[in-house]
């Protein structure tokens, strides 16, 4: 088995290929469109989310062709997200990934198409006839990914974020929120790579949802530390946002060092999880490298 790095450098440039032969090439009309799509997409990010359909891949022994779909889907969805949190009429931001913003970039009209195009991207790759050689299960894939980004999940989740700025949440309605923001699209890369390859027990696939909604409760709070923590540089994107826009944050309701106490029981109930299953170690090294990321 090669190690953490190998795999990592591995799965990135396969992903970045898959993302590359997906999107238009920006000579197709309308060309101004399908440029900023391949912005907002590639050459950047920690592709966290494909690395974990991969990760959950190796459990169900996977072919890699078709996590490649499921990767892709899921960081387009994940970018289309970047690239509308950062209009002015959402976060307002200007830097991510080290670039300007896509509208920023670009324009607002073109960034909000950008989003909205790279969104039914990602479920035109995910719907491809043939996919999975059952079809009721890539329909499966599917739904988790429309019920991931919608109302219920991320978009429900950005939603109540909007609505409590300048708020006090108590710690319940701090985890409600990012349960839904960030947690559910990387609960939702665990499954799609858990249904990827041979049909795993009921058990074993709760067993990696509960790993998935763990995860995604600890990337947040590793995002929100490193944003108290990080510089500007380092992160790629604005630091310490949260705390000028008086957004809550764990590093604001619990403090610092409660913040990474919080982060360690995270990390040690998601590990307990995916203890029972074969082939998990990748899950496991890619839940600690979440947590002892810098950026
Ligand atoms: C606009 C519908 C809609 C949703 C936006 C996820 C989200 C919802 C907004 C992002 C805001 C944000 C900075 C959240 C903190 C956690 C997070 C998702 C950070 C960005 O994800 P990374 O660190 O980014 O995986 P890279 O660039 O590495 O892919």
């Known amino acids: 088995m090669p190690d953490f790095q190998a795999w990592t ?40 989310r494909p ?18 779909t499921a990767a892709c889907a899921v960081e387009l969805i994940h970018a289309y997200s ?10 307002d931001d200007v830097l991510r990934r080290g670039k300007p913003t896509v509208h920023v970039q670009y324009d607002e009209a073109t960034a909000l198409l950008a989003g909205d195009a790279l969104q039914t991207l990602a479920f035109r790759a995910l719907s ?6 059952d079809p009721a299960a890539q329909v499966a894939m599917v739904h988790d990914l429309a019920q991931a980004a919608g109302s ?15 708020r006090q949440l108590d710690r319940s309605e701090l985890e ?18 858990a249904r990827c390859g041979s049909a795993l027990a009921a058990a074993d696939i709760e067993h990696l949802d509960r ?32 705390a000028a826009h008086d957004k809550p944050t764990y590093v604001s309701l619990l403090g610092l060092a409660r913040s990474r106490a919080y982060a360690g029981e995270l990390l040690d109930q998601a590990l307990g999880e995916i203890e029972p299953l074969p082939a998990s170690q990748r899950l496991a090294e890619l839940a600690r490298f979440i947590v002892h990321r810098h950026f």
């Open 128 to 133: 491809r006839a043939g996919l999975l050689a």
């Open 152 to 166: 219920r999940g991320m978009a429900g989740g950005q939603a109540i974020d909007l609505a409590s700025v300048g």
């Open 51 to 68: 690395l974990l359909v991969h990760a959950a891949g190796e459990v169900c022994s996977a072919p890699p062709e078709n996590l490649d």
């Open 9 to 48: 450098t591995r799965i990135l440039k396969r992903t970045e290929t898959a993302l590359e032969s997906l999107l238009p090439t920006a000579t197709i009309a309308p060309e101004r469109l399908h440029a900023a799509m391949r912005y907002a997409v590639l050459g950047g990010g920690k592709r966290v």
């Open 176 to 193: 409600f929120m990012h349960i839904h923001k960030t947690g559910a699209l990387i609960r939702c890369a665990v499954v799609l790579g």
């Open 211 to 242: 790993f998935g909604k763990l995860v995604g409760l600890l990337f947040q709070v590793v995002d929100d530390i490193l944003d108290a923590e990080g510089d500007t540089a380092t992160l790629g994107k604005t630091a310490g946002k949260d």
């Open 82 to 91: 970047l690239v509308h949190d950062d209009m002015p009429c959402m976060d």
